[in-house]
């Protein structure tokens, strides 16, 4: 597995990282997805630790803070060495009633920092990331507390998720004004069947050395090919979900070029999903979603899939906006 620089930073990420969206049990909005117990969490992580990933990606949101927790637990049982990974979690989703449960606000960010370290059972989170833009708190109140975070030796990077392109351009501009902690990475969803991110954001991204972490690389499952055609599939995350959200008219021709690409290369549909968005300079990390292990182990093998630039093309000419 190779390693990129994560933007500008001097951090280093495996080019595919680990996503414990899956992790947690049944409870709240992200019971659909998070079911994944202790045991299956374990065999994930190690075999994506083995595989050389480096960083797991989790949210205090995922499973009402369960996620943390497994996956906490699962690098104390492997005994896998702290500094030989990067822990990403998230804050700013609702964690209970109320306006001060929620957002990216002084208060709520201080306190779910600790609440995540408690849950992890880690000392410092490497990168702390504002899950979406709160519109209800100015950006200085947001970086300042997250400032407050980095020079305690809480968390060692910034990063933001799903935020525009002029709220980025902005958070950049006010922590260098004000010299806060760095922006250090984007979590954004980019995919061969959602490439809105290209119009704007990922220019502004190279321009700033800022990273970008690709989320729902498979559009939720949707480009390893098993929904096309108006197959439903039986995954709670393309019938009843629903998420991410996808232009199926433009998915279904794209869904056959995937497959006749892999099937040249004698690959799953699911790499060169993968591989493409390797391909894409602005990509520093690609967060693996895998459920299974079959699907972590088929996935990891995107890295050896090597695209020419009349795969490219022809993904490229299904694809573009
Ligand atoms: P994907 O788009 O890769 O979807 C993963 C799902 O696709 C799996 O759960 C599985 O679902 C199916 N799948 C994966 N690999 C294969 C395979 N080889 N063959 C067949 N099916 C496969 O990623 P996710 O949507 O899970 O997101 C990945 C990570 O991104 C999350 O864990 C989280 O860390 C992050 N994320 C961040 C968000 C944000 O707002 N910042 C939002 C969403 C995700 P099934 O078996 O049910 O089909």
Do not use: C
């Amino acid at each position: 597995m190779r390693m990129r620089k994560l933007g500008n930073s001097g951090l280093f990420v495996s080019e595919l990282s680990f996503g414990a969206m899956t992790f947690g049990g049944t409870d709240g909005l992200w019971g659909q997805v998070g079911r994944l117990g202790q045991e299956d969490a374990d065999l994930l992580v190690k075999a994506a630790f083995d595989a050389g990933i480096n960083l797991f990606d989790t949210a205090n949101v995922y499973a009402n803070g369960r996620s943390e927790e497994i996956l906490g637990r699962s690098l104390r049982n492997l005994g896998i060495p702290r500094d030989d990974i990067v822990v990403a979690t998230k804050v700013a989703s609702a964690m209970g009633e109320g306006p001060n449960r929620r957002g990216a606000s002084r208060g709520h960010i201080l306190a779910e920092a600790r609440a995540s370290l408690g849950r992890l059972g880690l000392d410092h989170i490497d990168l702390y990331q504002i899950h979406a833009f709160d519109p209800a708190t100015p950006i200085e109140e947001t970086l300042e507390a997250l400032d407050v975070l980095v020079r305690a030796g809480d968390v060692r990077y910034v990063g933001l998720s799903n935020w525009a392109a002029w709220q980025i351009m902005k958070a950049i501009g006010i922590a260098r004004a004000r010299n806060l902690a760095p922006i250090t990475s984007l979590q954004a969803y980019y995919t061969l069947v959602g490439r809105d991110l290209e119009r704007e954001i990922a220019p502004l991204l190279v321009s700033e050395g800022v990273g970008l972490m690709v989320w729902s690389p498979l559009a939720g499952g949707y480009l390893t090919g098993k929904y096309a055609k108006g197959n439903a599939g039986d995954g709670a995350r393309q019938t009843e979900l629903d998420f991410p959200p996808i232009d199926r008219t433009r998915g279904e021709p794209l869904i056959e070029v995937l497959n006749t690409v892999a099937a040249r290369h004698g690959r799953s549909a699911a790499q060169v999903a993968i591989a493409w968005l390797l391909r894409q300079p602005v990509v520093s990390t690609v967060i693996i979603g895998a459920k299974r292990l079959d699907q972590l182990r088929n996935n990891v093998q995107a890295v050896d899939v090597h695209l020419d630039d009349d795969d490219m093309a022809r993904l490229d000419a299904v694809s573009r906006l």
